[in-house]
């Protein structure tokens, strides 16, 4: 008996990282698992690695960005298995290059600001109706610890990620009543293929765990949240870093 039985999940940026290692998770605790990315090569190797597992899930191609991807791959979703339980608005980038904000192009702004939060927001606006006829569901978003506090020349990534906990906070207040808990997960370092060129050059020191996280790691909060364990859980942000925004280290000269 799985903790997702009877539950369909969609999933962003299910073709690597995080979003495949949820997908893993939710399809084993049996979950359906519609899966979504922009690059068709990764998206179908999640599916493959779900169904060698026993796993039912399907592959939805889209641009979180593009409404009109976004919208089909819900509806894709939801009529292929008659429900959605599930949203996990997981798609995000980092910024292209570090820069101070005066020196930040309009482009890289509007490119991370769209990809990390206008997708939560579309993800969110077309999936609650369908949650809506079928009783309720959850939302669950991924912000960062840098939604929580900032780092200097990723201002668009900063930006965005503080944006989805509100968003997040503010569809709580809106949905709860009628059945849908709207939570998000704010993750620290975690070794993706997102940052794995930067894990060899970070002191990880700063963390109090002293390592970088792993996906799966994350994934397991996000189970925790879908599942009715959390049921009483809505609005609310989930910091999973090893500790490492717990401190806020003091600037010692190097003796």
Not at 86 to 98: E, V
Not at 100 to 129: C, M
Request: with cysteine; charged share 20%; proline share 4%.
């Amino acid at each position: 008996m799985g903790r997702l039985d009877t539950k369909v999940a969609l999933i962003t940026g299910a073709g690597s990282g995080i979003g495949r290692a949820t997908a893993l998770l939710f399809a084993q605790e049996g979950a359906k698992v519609g899966v979504s990315d922009c690059v068709p090569a990764g998206g179908q190797q999640t599916i493959s690695m779900i169904r060698d597992n026993g796993g039912e899930a399907l592959f939805i191609e889209a641009d979180v960005t593009r409404p009109n991807d976004v919208e089909r791959m819900v509806k894709i979703t939801a009529d292929t298995y008659g429900q959605l339980d599930i949203l996990f608005n997981n798609a995000g980038i980092s910024s292209a290059r570090l820069a101070f904000t005066a020196d930040l192009t309009l482009e890289e702004w509007d490119l991370v600001i769209n990809t990390n939060l206008r997708s939560a927001f579309l993800g969110s606006k077309f999936a609650i109706p369908t949650m809506l006829q079928n009783g309720g569901g959850v939302i669950i978003n991924t912000s960062s610890v840098n939604g929580l506090g900032s780092n200097a020349t990723i201002a668009p990534y900063c930006a965005s990620k503080a944006g989805v906990i509100l968003l997040t906070k503010t569809m709580a207040a809106e949905y709860g009543k009628q059945n849908i808990r709207v939570n998000c997960i704010c993750p620290g370092m975690i070794d993706t293929p997102m940052v794995e060129n930067a894990i060899p050059i970070l002191d990880m020191g700063f963390v109090a765990q002293g390592r970088a996280g792993r996906p799966d790691e994350v994934a397991r909060a996000a189970l925790f949240l879908a599942c009715d364990e959390a049921s009483y859980i809505n609005g609310a942000h989930l910091v999973v870093d090893g500790g490492w925004s717990a401190e806020a280290k003091i600037p010692l000269k190097a003796v």
